[in-house]
């Protein structure tokens, strides 16, 4: 079993929708959990972190985390064109940040 | 706030031979980690320093790459000889304390091995 897993395939959605990404990884003492977001061709740029179990809002973005299921997810509000990109779960945990591959989110005009 | 710098922003080298990449990170940020993407996949953790020690370098691939960080600021990563499968983009990012604490990457070193 991976580390941390991002499995859906390339997500489409509709300009306004709400855009949906999950994430689970399999060290259960993981502490800290991060969502980035990379441009094609960029480097990732950190869009949100989360601690504890429950929700995490920040603007357009919420990140939800349940430790006992171990899973984390972001949530895209009003998604608009300029979110179009690849975002990617990260994990702390035994002093070591594990990355998922990635997921591809685009938003449709 | 400046931010993670690197450079050279490209590289591209014939396998064999040598190549080093340079990273200065946030002001104030102890830790400093050296990652190879691929394309296609996420960022894999090469090296990780704490201040001028070396936290984790199980993923190093030691026979290689090396890399250091003298005085606890800058660092370089070097990798010699080079072969076809380094080919990728290699991103440095701080922060300031451990894995804990958010890590902000700088724009990374595209390298090409031909």
């Known amino acids: 079993q991976k580390e941390v897993e991002q499995n859906s395939g390339p997500l489409s959605v509709p300009e306004g929708a709400i855009a949906s990404l999950n994430c689970t990884y399999s060290d259960r003492g993981s502490q800290s959990f991060f969502w980035y977001r990379q441009y094609s061709g960029k480097s990732p740029e950190l869009i949100m972190f989360?601690?504890?179990?429950g929700d995490k809002e920040d603007g357009r973005f919420t990140a939800q985390l349940n430790k006992a299921s171990q899973y984390v997810s972001l949530l895209i509000r009003d998604s608009q064109p300029s979110d179009s990109a690849t975002y990617l779960c990260a994990v702390g945990g035994n002093n070591r940040l594990a990355f998922g591959k990635g997921n591809q989110v685009v938003v449709i005009p | 706030e400046a931010g993670v710098a690197q450079s050279p922003r490209y590289k591209i080298i014939e396998k064999r031979q040598s190549v080093a990449f340079w990273c200065n990170p946030i002001s104030g940020h102890a830790t400093l980690y050296w990652y190879q993407q691929i394309l296609g996949q996420g960022p894999k953790l090469l090296i990780q320093f704490q201040n001028n020690g070396v936290v984790d370098d199980s993923q190093l691939p030691k026979d290689r790459f090396s890399a250091e960080r003298l005085k606890g600021v800058d660092s370089t990563l070097k990798i010699q000889p080079a072969k076809l499968e380094d080919s990728a983009v290699y991103l440095c990012?701080?922060?300031?304390?451990?894995?804990?604490?958010?890590?902000?990457f700088g724009d990374g070193t595209r390298l090409s091995i031909l």
């Open positions: 989360i601690y504890s179990n």
């Open positions: 990012a701080s922060s300031l304390g451990g894995v804990n604490q958010p890590q902000h």
